[in-house]
Structure formats: structure tokens, C-alpha cells
């Protein structure tokens, strides 16, 4: 119970004590009569506002001690301070809080033993009602209590979970802006060192082809030949290139992998298996493309420099990585040094923390393993 319906009570008693002794007393009595009222008040003030645990306890006597000298000197209703004791005494200390009922039940009935027995069972009535209504405010005062600590902590850590996405929303946002810078600077990178050099040799080639024309046509012609051969893996690289730098959209990359293999045949009518096994996880943005980079420059590699008819692609789902493992029939070799295409598929992989392994056996496999 609060102090505000502890002042009420409190308020309540006195009142009735007032009319009491105004009707019912002697004047010559009352001076005497309003000093121990005034104590019993100050008791509880001082009791409410000051005193701690054990001197707690003994204001609480205090207060039946004088309680009873008010009712031993007074009679009538003087008793039902006891009432107010019992209450306050309830709310503000459970440590004590059976004693006290105890010790106010014990002075209760012996105020009001000599009382009609009407009066003695109203006021046991009342007395009981008092306990229970007192623990059961308390039990509500303590859950309530709880409650708000819930909340409080829920709130708190709410306020934690918001400023974590918040700093993830950030990097998220600084590792995207930093992989399209490291994107933009391969390209770059590409363009100026594979396809300029390689349009300057063209270059190169085609004035020498035209400055012999007259000379020795055989020989100017195998170099306008040359020189068409290197201009067609030029616009190839180029194209492959422009593709790259496209934001590619792959809403499920089981699908856009069938798509990719579907087209790829009937561009150039090698056979291509694709199978996924494992139950499909959604994969993030970086994980779909990086998937489906490797996948293109594979098939690339196994028909232009293996010349592969069949290809077999699986896609594995595991609980814990997912396994992208292509092949082909191609003619292999004995050895390779890796090109831009191979070095790619690496970054691509370390980017999000995969590795690529590569075997070399009746044509080539090669295995993108990403961790999820």
C-alpha cells in the first residue's frame, strides 16, 4: 500500500477520534487526550520518513504502547489506531511483518475483550480484512514492480538491438561500397591492361599488314587474318567484361542457374547437367552472385579452352557451407597458370570468406566452397 492511502487512513482515524472525543469527552480531559494523539502522529512520521529497519520495529511498539495508554485512559474508539499500525506495519516491513501481526492481533483482543461480542466479531472481521487486503497490494506492488524491471530491461536491450543494426546497416553499407570500388578498380584494371594492350597490338598489326600489301600479299594476308582472330577475342573479352560490370538480379539461384545453363546451350549447343541437393537455403545477395560469376567463367573456360562438350554442375546445400562443383570432359593439360578469369573467382570467394579448389583429371573440376 502506498503512503498516500496510509496518510488517508491515517486522516480517517483521527477523524473519527476527534468526534469521539468532542461528543463524548470531558473537557478537562482533551488537552491530555490531543498530547498522545499528537505522539501516536509523530511516531508514524518519524517512523515513515526516517528510521530504518530495527528502530522500525521499535516505533511499532512504541505506537501499541501508545495506543493503549490512549484507549486505558480513554475508552471508546481510541483502540482503532491500531488499525493504521497494522497496515503501515505490513507495507513497509515483511521482514517483520508476522510479528507485527501477531502483536496487533494480541493487543486488539485484549482492548475489546471486555465488548459486546457483536463488536468483537466486526472487528475481527475488520482486522482480517485489513491483512488481506495489505498482502494482497503488496503481492500486486511487487509484481508491478517486476514488471517494470521487465520492461525496463526489454527496453534497454531494445535500444541495444537498435544501435547493433544500426552499426551493421553502416558497415553493411561501407563493405558494399568498398566491394563496387574493388569491382570498379578490376574492371578498370582489365580494360586498360587486357583490351587496350590488346587493341595497341592490333593496332600494330594491322599497319604492318597494310604497309606490306604490295610487297608480299601472302604475307599480308595471314596478318589481316591474325588480326580478325585477335579482334574477335577482343570483343569477346570485352563483352564477357560489360556483362560483368551489370547488376545482376537473382531472386532464386537454383532458377537463374537453370536460366543461365538453358541460354548457354542454345548459344552453343554444349550439353550442360545442372542438379541441386540439399533442402534450398535463401542465400544472401553477395553469396547468389558470387555463385553465379563462377559458374559463367567456368562453363567459359571449359568450352573455349578445354573444348568440353558436357559440363555437370551440383549445387550442394549442407547445414553448414554451401558447395558449388562444376566439370566437364574436356581436354585438361598437364599443367595451367591461372588467368584473370581463375584469379576472379579466388577474390570473389575470399571476399565472403570461401576458398576455391581446382583438380585437374579427364578434364577439370573445379569446387567453390562458401561457409554460411
Known amino acids: ?42 511516531n508514524m512520521q518519524l517512523r515513515m520518513m526516517y528510521f530504518k529497519e530495527k528502530i522500525y520495529v521499535f516505533s511499532i511498539l512504541l505506537d501499541l504502547v501508545l495506543i493503549y495508554t490512549l484507549f486505558n485512559n480513554f475508552k471508546g474508539i481510541t483502540y482503532i ?22 502483536l496487533t492481533f ?24 485489513c491483512v488481506l487486503q495489505t498482502f494482497s497490494i503488496n503481492k500486486l506492488k511487487d509484481e508491478t514492480r517486476e514488471l517494470e524491471y521487465l520492461y525496463d530491461d526489454v527496453r534497454r536491450y531494445s535500444y541495444e538491438v537498435e544501435k547493433t543494426k544500426k552499426q551493421l546497416e553502416q558497415y553493411s553499407h561501407r563493405v558494399r561500397h568498398l566491394t563496387q570500388l574493388e569491382e570498379r578498380n578490376r574492371i578498370s584494371e582489365e580494360i586498360h ?14 599497319q604492318a599488314g597494310v604497309s606490306i600489301i604490295d610487297l608480299d600479299e601472302k604475307k599480308s594476308k595471314e596478318l589481316l587474318k591474325s588480326s580478325v582472330e585477335n579482334l574477335r577475342e577482343t ?9 560483368d560490370m551489370k547488376n545482376i538480379k537473382l531472386e532464386n539461384i537454383v532458377d537463374s542457374i537453370k536460366d543461365l545453363t538453358k541460354k548457354f546451350t542454345l548459344d552453343t549447343g554444349i550439353n550442360i547437367d545442372f542438379i541441386s541437393k540439399g533442402e534450398i537455403i535463401n ?20 568450352v573455349k579452352h578445354g573444348g568440353a562438350k558436357n559440363i555437370n554442375i551440383e549445387l550442394i546445400f549442407k547445414e553448414k557451407k554451401v558447395c558449388l562443383k562444376i566439370s566437364d570432359d ?24 570461401g576458398e576455391l579448389k ?7 573440376i573445379v569446387e567453390s566452397i562458401i561457409p554460411l
Open 193 to 206: 591492361d587486357t583490351i587496350g594492350h590488346r587493341l595497341t597490338a592490333l593496332l600494330i598489326q594491322l
Open 235 to 243: 570483343i569477346d573479352i570485352l563483352r564477357y567484361t560489360v556483362k
Open 106 to 129: 494480541i493487543m486488539l483482543i485484549y482492548l475489546i475483550k471486555d465488548f459486546s461480542i457483536e463488536v468483537i466479531l466486526i472487528n475481527l472481521l475488520i482486522y482480517s480484512l
Open 81 to 102: 489506531f491500531i488499525y493504521s499500525t497494522l497496515i503501515e506495519g505490513i507495507s513497509y516491513s515483511k521482514k517483520y511483518a508476522n510479528g507485527i501481526i501477531t
Open 358 to 364: 581446382i583438380y585437374n583429371f579427364n578434364g577439370f
Open 283 to 302: 542465400l544472401n545477395g553477395e553469396i547468389k552472385l558470387t555463385l553465379y560469376k563462377n559458374i559463367q567463367e567456368c562453363i567459359t573456360n571449359a
Open 1 to 42: 500500500m502506498n503512503r498516500k492511502n496510509v496518510y488517508i487512513i491515517k486522516f480517517i482515524i483521527l477523524l473519527l477520534n476527534i468526534i469521539y472525543a468532542v461528543s463524548m469527552m470531558e473537557e478537562a480531559h482533551l488537552p491530555y487526550f490531543i498530547i498522545v494523539i499528537l505522539l501516536i502522529l509523530f
Open 330 to 353: 574436356g581436354s585438361g593439360c598437364t599443367s595451367f597458370q591461372k588467368g584473370m578469369g581463375i584469379i576472379n573467382m579466388e577474390e570473389r570467394l575470399k571476399g565472403i570468406g
